[in-house]
């Protein structure tokens, strides 16, 4: 009796098993509520990424410590001062370490001006106030990316970015996100978008559009390498650095690299309704180059967000695609670049859309008046680049494009030693000047009172913060002198209050 007894109390449980082993009480049959199963499912994508963020953190500080280790071995420092070397370097771990546990928050950053805007975010030119280091802020609203059914795309993008670290990608240092937004904290890229250049030039000299898309080639390339589709590239997605060369930004509709079965992208969803019921006819185009050109201009000075006049006729039909929607987009670009206006650009998006999917009857070569005509070579490409899914599918960016006499001269190992045809000539380091601000949207700032906007009880009963655990990500600092960030509760809107306060004054 006593041994049944202490057995009991150390296995209560034991009494439960019995019961229910005697009722016969089938586990098959337990169901499983939506709200669990959705709170599991979150729970699982957390602890894979905890996981994976863990080992590759222990591989990075290895290299960075064999670096350390390999730059020592190579100098002439006596013993005494390579161990204070690596003393120094393992005290820079731990700060990082700890560093990484505080939260950081918007109120560490200054907000300066703001250099940028899409469909469901905004950007901001900020300097970090305890390091004076210039930042662009990226800021999302969860309410609003929840509705577009972006969540997806958005964690791919912070995943990539924090993950993969290339002179043709722009850096994200860090990410973290609030009860409102989403933030992403990324390299300020000084020169603005490849969408300006094109505007106040109209036309490029064919030297400078080889030089330019055979960066836009390489940015490409590299986000291919990694498995992704870009689905969203255009002019205004390839910033320009201080040295004049390019990067590749904005992963937000970015997407596994499989064929990848969708209905319409949101930036041209709208339109699918009224393109359908006539989108196999050919609308009449503006014979005039010229004017067809100025037009644009005029246009493409006001497009916030992906133009349909880069999309793939595969995304407009709802067929399945991969890599090739991204080689038709820069089939696009380069046309635009050599002509001064789109291949399918229509006076509306309806008819653009139509443009597109009967490609075959309306691709043709333009017009030219006084501008020198895109070469032979150049033609060539533009119709390789910008042919059927099945032609495009096939295509190798090595062997196909890269080695097209359209890139003659062009030393691919060596295109960030090349001197490029436009560097910027900044006044200082906050100058905006090469950023295009003229249509920006007013921004809603500062933001109501999470206790008084009903959008946020209304965000917190969905549940948003539990979509994003897990989107906290701070990158080792490269410069050594960095210091670590402090926790400052300071609000984003009194932040921007302030900023605008000293303006006026």
Not at 286 to 295: I, M, S, Y
Not at 314 to 332: A, F, P, R, T
Not at 448 to 469: G, R, T, Y
């Amino acid at each position: 009796m006593h041994k049944s007894k202490h057995f009991s109390k150390i296995h209560p449980e034991s009494r439960l098993i019995t019961q229910l082993s005697r009722k016969k009480v089938s586990f098959e049959k337990i169901s499983i509520s939506s709200d669990s199963e959705k709170k599991s499912k979150i729970c699982k994508e957390y602890i894979e990424k905890m996981y994976q963020e863990l080992f590759f953190n222990m591989e990075s500080r290895s290299k960075r410590l064999d670096i350390v280790k390999e730059e020592l071995a190579n100098s002439t420092l006596s013993e005494n001062e390579k161990k204070q070397k690596i003393f120094a370097h393992y005290k820079q771990e731990s700060e990082f370490l700890r560093a990484k546990r505080k939260c950081l928050d918007v109120g560490q950053f200054h907000i300066i001006s703001k250099i940028g805007q899409g469909g469901y975010a905004d950007v901001f030119l900020c300097k970090k106030k305890e390091t004076d280091e210039l930042y662009a802020l990226k800021r999302m609203k969860k309410q609003f990316i929840f509705e577009r059914n972006q969540v997806n795309h958005i964690k791919l993008e912070r995943d990539f970015l924090a993950f993969h670290s290339s002179e043709w990608i722009v850096k994200l240092f860090s990410s973290f996100q609030d009860d409102l937004c989403l933030y992403l904290v990324l390299e300020y890229i000084q020169g603005g978008d490849l969408k300006t250049l094109l505007s106040n030039l109209k036309i490029l000299d064919e030297k400078v559009a080889v030089f330019y898309f055979a960066e836009m080639i390489v940015c490409l390339e590299e986000i291919h390498n990694f498995g992704l589709i870009h689905r969203d590239i255009k002019p205004e997605n390839y910033l320009i650095d201080k040295d004049g060369h390019l990067k590749l930004t904005d992963f937000g509709l970015s997407a596994d690299d499989h064929l990848y079965s969708t209905k319409l992208d949101d930036l041209i969803q709208k339109n699918l309704e009224e393109t359908k019921s006539h989108i196999y006819t050919i609308s009449p185009r503006k014979r005039n180059h010229q004017a067809l050109r100025k037009w644009h201009q005029k246009r493409r000075q006001k497009s916030f967000v992906g133009s349909p006049g880069y999309v793939a006729p595969e995304i407009i039909l709802q067929k399945q695609y991969g890599k090739e929607v991204d080689l038709w987009s820069l089939g696009c670009i380069l046309y635009e670049m050599l002509a001064g206006f789109t291949p399918f650009a229509g006076r509306t998006d309806t008819e653009t859309l139509e443009n597109v999917v009967n490609f075959k009857q309306v691709l043709e070569f333009p017009d030219y008046d006084d501008e020198e005509p895109m070469t032979d070579e150049a033609w060539d490409l533009i119709k390789i680049l910008l042919s059927s899914q099945e032609k495009r599918t096939k295509i190798n960016l090595e062997t196909t494009i890269k080695a097209h006499p359209f890139f003659k001269g062009i030393k691919w190992d060596s295109l960030r030693q090349m001197d490029p045809p436009f560097v910027p000539k900044l006044k200082n380091e906050t100058d905006i000047s090469y950023f295009d601000t003229t249509y920006f949207r007013e921004s809603k700032l500062p933001f109501p009172d999470s206790q008084q906007d009903p959008k946020i009880v209304e965000m917190k009963k969905a549940n948003l913060n539990q979509l994003f655990s897990g989107f906290a990500f701070q990158r080792f600092p490269q410069n050594n002198n960095e210091r670590f960030p402090q926790n400052n509760n300071e609000r984003f809107s009194e932040i921007c209050d302030s900023n605008e306060n000293e303006d006026q004054k």
